[in-house]
């Protein structure tokens, strides 16, 4: 491999240098094991290990089934290799292969939250090999095998699919053939070709190519229009060197002799090879629009700049993330191995790779999210001959594969436990790459059940469209858009956001609901200084004022906004329009999710310096938001001091709130005044055995709004924790206000509370 002192054409941002000092920073490697049960005490000990193991050993041991519900296997997975073809870069044995292997070992966790080690076995002999592996079976839920040459590589995998009842999955065979299968799909879709009329030429007749070729055939390709080529050139019927019973079963009748004679007029390349292997000669002498996936890693079998010099109209993949249309089995393994354990397969098989294939075609063609912009750098892919395959960061990719893969697994017959709600099946596979989707499941299953008509008051903006298109294809109601409807319509198409059935457009000017709304708003603000021209205008003008006013009036359930203006302006104009709720008070509340924890602090919107009375008001309203959240509170007081300890003036307000929330004899557990740290970690509270909490707290009031926003800030920033808010709550109609910067993703979970309506 070339040294890469300066950083590579098509903006590899690293040196060699770089890449050691990546993998030996910290702990050196990328992986480490974690424990899931708390060991602190003696009694976890003697549960975890002697004798409490002794029950689920018994368990197990009268029912093997159990060992999915009583251990680790369900969701482990082996990467195991004896490497002897590590990427492109030959055969460099076991040891050199760990890097590879750690690496697939945590995409696995990262992508899927599959957990997962790598084996790496010191031998090249076949059956010594399978015999290592084949023992395995009672500590893993699957066993994805990598880097092993072909022609070993199907001897071993088909061997020990025999011998295992649990996925046995080859990786560069048919992960690789998987990906380039959706690729090669959406490629011949953009240009207008059939599929099963088209000249496929592949380069690379090992693990990767024979599969490759194999599901390319599967899906219609014609067995005499393949073409497959090693190192001795194209294969072709009576070719005696270099042969075995893979690649014959692929020899056609073809006077091609060459790799460049094979290629004349062909429609596709797909490279599984080596680095260069493609020259730019050869790519000029294929068809109109080629579409060349050299897929050799880590150096393609030609460079994008390369065939850009030699041809304009060719759809070009490499196996690296740096260019665009990435085409590596990064973008299946994690996400079908995940639908394979969750309905505890013995086995990947045919229909569960084409689903995965066509899952993953899918998605390239679906209308692109904020979170995979982001990893553009802004520039929004479209469907086309530069996007033809999701990025391995779009958050989509597992709810849309790992589902079609458990589903062909149930209606193929090898799910041992096939699962009823593919719904919320698909809704938990979220929750899984993201804490906060699992707080946000509830609220969706529930708004799903009761849709709401949802206004988007910040209809023009393109986020806002994206957010509300979501919001009706996740069936959670009808959005309304406000905006002129022509600029919403060319934002729209501009940026190829589909308006679909469901989305309604509502400019103000043009409603015959206009006067209407202008005299509303007239009767609350004619005595604070507005008159009813001021309130046209506002109602004309502000569509904020519109919004609000829908919803005030019931011609709409709830409403979004804020992507324009500031927090503090927003809620002031909805404050003019909606009322507090009778009995209730206006609060901010963030949701702060960080390593397994769900804590709700407020107020993080509304109250400057809060009166201990309000402060005891503040209470009661997060502890109901918590409630309405589906956990029971408990809510600490916080101040710096903890009981009287130090004494401090600043503290008398919080103290007063206690005793003002004593004499509500509210129906919620609360103490204080406490610091932080009392509040969230038991064993500092033991110091206090009169605290009436009987557990840690999971509602904090702040003293001050300062508080409240610098420490969610701080816990987002540098303590990893996500934050969801604030919920805006105690308005007698649900509005949410988003931050500016928030992305179409944060709208819709956002116009979802506000369906949901937590106060
Ligand atoms: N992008 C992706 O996701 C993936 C990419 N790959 C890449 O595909 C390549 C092959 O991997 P894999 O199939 O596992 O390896 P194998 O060792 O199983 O197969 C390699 C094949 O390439 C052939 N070959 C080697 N050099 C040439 C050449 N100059 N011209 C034509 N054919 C050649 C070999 O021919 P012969 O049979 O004559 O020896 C052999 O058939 C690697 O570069 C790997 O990184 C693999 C998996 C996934
Ligand atoms: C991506 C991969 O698995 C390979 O290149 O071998
Ligand atoms: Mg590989």
């Known amino acids: 491999m ?28 990328k992986l480490e094991i974690v424990p899931t049960k708390p060991m602190a ?44 073809a590590i990427l492109g870069l030959g055969n460099l044995g076991p040891l050199a292969a760990k890097p590879v292997m750690e690496g697939k070992a945590v995409l696995f966790k990262r992508f899927a939250d599959v957990d997962s080690i790598d084996l790496e076995i010191d031998t090249s002999d076949v059956d010594e090999f399978i015999n290592c592996v084949r023992y395995l079976g009672p500590t893993f839920g699957g066993i994805n095998l990598e880097d092993i040459k072909a022609p070993d590589c199907f001897i071993i995998e088909s061997r020990l699919r025999e011998l295992m009842d649990i996925p046995v999955f ?33 380069n690379g007749a090992g693990a990767a190519g024979i599969a490759c070729i ?45 790799l460049a004679d094979a290629l004349k007029g062909a429609d596709v390349f797909v490279g599984v090879s080596v680095k260069g292997a493609l020259t730019p000669e050869m790519v000029a002498s294929m068809a109109d629009q080629p579409i060349i996936f050299a897929m050799a890693n880590p150096d393609p079998e030609i460079t994008p700049e390369e065939v850009a010099a030699v041809r304009e109209d060719a759809i070009m993949a490499t196996g690296r993330s740096d260019y665009p249309n990435q085409v590596n ?7 079908i191995f995940r639908g394979a354990l969750d309905v505890q397969a013995t086995t990947i098989n045919e229909p569960m790779k084409v689903a995965a294939a066509h899952a993953l075609a899918a998605l390239a063609r679906e209308d692109v999210p904020d979170e995979v912009a982001a990893a553009y750098k802004g520039n929004r892919p479209r469907f086309g001959p530069e996007y033809i395959i999701p990025v391995p960061f779009d958050p989509r990719l597992i709810s849309c594969i790992s589902p079609a893969v458990a589903k062909a697994a149930m209606d193929s017959g090898v799910a041992r436990k096939p699962i009823v709600d593919m719904e919320s099946y698909a809704q938990t596979l979220n929750a899984r790459r993201d804490p906060v989707a699992g707080t946000l499941q509830r609220i969706f299953s529930k708004v799903r059940s009761a849709p709401k008509r949802v206004v988007f008051a910040e209809g023009e903006e393109p986020q806002v469209m994206r957010a509300a298109s979501s919001f009706v294809a996740q069936g959670l109601g009808e959005a309304i858009l406000i905006g002129r409807e022509d600029e919403i319509r060319r934002v729209a198409s501009e940026a190829g956001i589909e308006l679909r059935a469901g989305i309604e457009i509502q400019n103000a000017r043009l409603s015959n609901k206009n006067k209407d709304y202008a005299e509303f708003l007239f009767a609350r603000l004619q005595r604070r200084g507005y008159l009813l021209r001021d309130c046209q205008r506002l109602v004309n003008g502000d569509r904020n004022y519109w919004g609000a006013i829908m919803v005030a009036r019931g011609d709409a359930d709830a409403m979004v906004t804020g992507s324009t203006r500031n927090y503090s302006v927003a809620l002031d104009t909805v404050r003019k329009v909606i009322d507090t709720k009778p009995g209730h008070r206006v609060i901010g509340a963030s949701l702060v999710l960080a390593r397994g924890r769900q804590v709700l602090v407020a107020d993080t919107a509304v109250h400057d310096m809060p009166t201990s009375e309000e402060l005891a008001d503040i209470a009661e309203e997060a502890a109901h938001v918590a409630r309405r959240l589906g956990y029971e509170p408990r809510v600490a007081m916080l101040a710096f001091s903890t009981f009287g300890h130090p004494a401090s003036e600043r503290a008398e307000r919080v103290i007063e709130a206690v005793a003002i929330l004593d004499k509500r004899r509210v129906d919620f557990e609360y103490d204080g005044e406490m610091a932080a740290d009392v509040a969230l970690n038991m064993d500092a509270m033991a110091a206090y055995p009169f605290c009436r909490l009987s557990g840690p707290a999971n509602v904090l009031i702040m003293p001050a709004f300062h508080a409240a926003s610098i420490s969610t800030k701080m816990l987002q920033e540098l303590g990893g924790s996500t934050v969801i808010g604030p919920l805006l709550v105690g308005l007698d109609k649900p509005v949410q206000i988003v931050s500016m910067s928030s992305k179409d993703s944060d709208i819709v979970n956002m116009a979802a509370v506000a369906a949901y309506n937590v106060t």
């Open 170 to 202: 080859h990786d560069d065979q048919h992960g690789t053939a998987i990906i380039a299968a959706a690729g090669l799909i959406n490629a011949a879709m953009i240009t207008g070709r059939d599929i099963t009329t088209m000249k496929v030429v592949c």
């Open 41 to 84: 005490t003696q009694r976890d000990l003697s549960l975890a290990y002697s004798p409490g193991v002794a029950v689920p050993v018994l368990a197990i041991k009268e029912d093997p089934s159990r060992a999915f519900d009583y251990t680790a296997r369900g969701n482990l997975v082996a990467v195991v290799t004896n490497g002897t």
């Open 329 to 335: 089995n990064v973008l299946g393994f994690p996400y």
């Open 2 to 29: 070339a040294s890469r002192d300066e950083p590579a054409k098509g903006g590899l941002s690293f040196t060699d240098q770089e890449a050691l000092l990546f993998h030996q920073q910290g702990k050196p490697g």
């Open 214 to 258: 194999e599901l390319i055939k599967a899906l219609g390709v014609a067995h005499d229009n393949v073409i497959l080529c090693d190192t001795k050139g194209p294969i072709y019927r009576g070719r005696e060197a270099g042969m075995n019973q893979w690649k014959s079963a692929h020899a056609v009748d073809t006077d091609a002799r060459s």
